[in-house]
């Protein structure tokens, strides 16, 4: 008889049923539960242990499954060279600054995958220094990077929140101790930050640690900023090629501490200045021409100066243009301007008294809107007819040309040999060309190339038209390119015209997309 339960046990002591007897029953009981129990503890273990070899065998038979699907796909036939050419091209072009590396997801993918790319160093040389970025991470990079040249981002958060300059601040501290070690190995440095206690933070450690032998480019951006962009000094960077600042004043000539005289500047090649999306003359990021000018005499080396909007407040020499003396840049062999606006505060002061006899590369861009940009073509001759830029061999102009000085802008470069024209441009000039029976240094046998961006159908016409005039004057014919989108409405135009002038000349299509909506 089993007594299982309290009610079982009270009903056998109503019947008078004698304790020891009780008790022998239920110690019989207890036994023989135990005994079963052990039973089903040996069924468990062998049923855990056969578990685990089953879930050992699935997990293996699962990688063989997927090694050989791998295998079947085309992309397994390639050789690692040629894979790791793809991933590097990945890398290159992702996103700048995005949390979610490119390199990182393609060493998860598969074991071959990640076998070539944690053992290719140039799939590892950016450093990302910002708040969500663990110190981890950061090892990890410079132990796969090995021992080439690294590019070292600083970036603020991708969601701002309350308290995130703190943090950013704060993850800096340890992102320098982690990363100090390699700065023998930095060629380029980034600085994406709005808040300027962090910029002068990064730039007052790397003083410390400098030289930085082996820098060759710095560009800082911060739309934020209230402050000039801090600059190393002296012989901190004596390798230092490249400098691009955005939304940010270049310091002012004499602060408390150091003067412009002492930037670590003086092999510097490139120099680019770009303000993004503020008001003519209310702009926090506008430079002092005093300050423009302290840099410049500071890069005796300087050979391409690119300026995008109007990063230079030119405002009190322009009310003194008598007194100003000229900006001698001697090394000078590219100048870009693209001053975001058809009529810039100062283009036409800048071009008055900017002096660079070596320039090679002259380009002025103005948005696409109508009317045409600001004219400087007068600007362009010192005095006329002596050009400014005599030895301009490439040009590039984009809504700068007006019908009445198409003459000045062909007579200002005379040995140009490239030429890269918007339609506007292009269509101003051929059109007097084909209406004129003066002799245009433009089309003489020098030129090499010419460049028509977004061509309509009325200008590919003049441009069949100007070659057949060059022609049947025994000149040289460039070799033409036709580049950018095209509206969907001049498509079967376009491809008349183009064949027709391809009869003339040997004609090249660039990134021609016949989708674009009329």
């Known amino acids: 008889m089993v007594l299982s339960t309290a009610r079982d046990l009270a009903n056998g002591l109503s019947h008078n049923m004698v304790p020891a007897e009780l008790l022998s029953t239920l110690l019989q009981e207890v036994c023989a539960l135990e005994n079963r129990r052990k039973e089903l503890l040996v069924r468990l273990e062998e049923t855990n242990t056969s578990l685990v070899e089953v879930q050992k065998l699935l997990t293996r038979k699962t990688a063989q499954a997927h090694t050989v699907q791998n295998l079947l796909a085309p992309v397994s036939r390639l050789p690692d060279e040629v894979l790791l050419a793809i991933f590097e091209e990945a890398v290159r072009s992702q996103e700048q600054g995005q949390v979610t590396r490119t390199e990182i997801v393609i060493s998860y993918t598969s074991h071959r995958w990640r076998q070539i790319t944690v053992n290719a160093p140039r799939l590892w040389n950016s450093l990302c220094i910002r708040a969500e970025v663990p110190i981890a991470m950061l090892q990890i990079y410079l132990s796969r990077s090995a021992n080439i040249p690294l590019t070292v981002e600083f970036r603020e958060r991708e969601t701002a929140w309350p308290g995130a300059d703190k943090r950013s601040m704060a993850h800096l501290g340890s992102a320098l101790d982690a990363i100090w070690p390699s700065v023998p190995r930095w060629r380029r440095i980034v600085v994406l930050h709005r808040s300027y206690p962090y910029f002068t933070h990064v730039f007052r450690e790397l003083r410390k640690v400098a030289p930085l032998k082996m820098l ?18 002296g012989d901190s960077a004596p390798a230092l090629e490249s400098l691009e600042v955005e939304d940010m004043p270049l310091p002012p000539p004499v602060t408390q501490t150091f003067d412009a005289a002492h930037y670590s500047v003086a092999g510097l090649t490139t120099l680019r200045l770009r303000v993004r999306g503020v008001r003519v003359g209310s702009s926090h990021a506008a430079t002092d021409p005093s300050a423009f000018r302290a840099l410049i005499s500071s890069a005796p080396m300087l050979s391409t100066l690119e300026i995008y909007g109007q990063p230079i407040n030119f405002g009190q020499e322009r009310v003194n243009e008598e007194d100003i003396l000229p900006l001698e840049i001697p090394r000078l062999r590219t100048l870009v301007l693209r001053p975001g606006t058809q009529r810039p505060r100062d283009l036409r002061h800048f071009i008055s008294v900017i002096k660079a006899p070596t320039l090679r590369h002259f380009e002025l861009v103005y948005p696409d809107n109508a009317p045409p940009g600001q004219d400087v073509s007068d600007l362009l001759f010192d005095p006329f007819p002596l050009a400014r830029f005599p030895c301009v061999e490439t040009v590039h102009l984009h809504n700068a040309v007006h019908a009445d000085t198409v003459a000045a802008f062909m007579n200002a470069f005379p040995v140009v040999a490239r030429i890269t024209l918007g339609n506007p441009d292009a269509n101003c000039l051929f ?14 046998s020098h030129i090499q190339h010419l460049t028509v961006i977004s061509p309509l159908h009325n200008t590919l016409l003049q441009m069949y038209e100007w070659l057949l005039s060059g022609a049947s004057q025994g000149h040289r014919l460039p070799i033409i390119t036709l580049e950018g989108s095209i509206r969907a409405i001049d498509g079967p135009e376009f491809l008349t015209q183009s064949s027709k002038i391809a009869s003339c000349t040997e004609v090249r299509l660039c990134d021609i997309d016949l989708s674009m909506s009329g």
Do not use: A, D, F
């Open 431 to 444: 059109e007097n060309q084909t209406s004129s029976s003066t002799r245009s240094p433009w089309t003489s």
């Open 216 to 233: 060759q480019s710095i560009s800082m951006r911060s739309p934020g900023v209230c402050g000039p962009c801090p600059l190393l000094l």
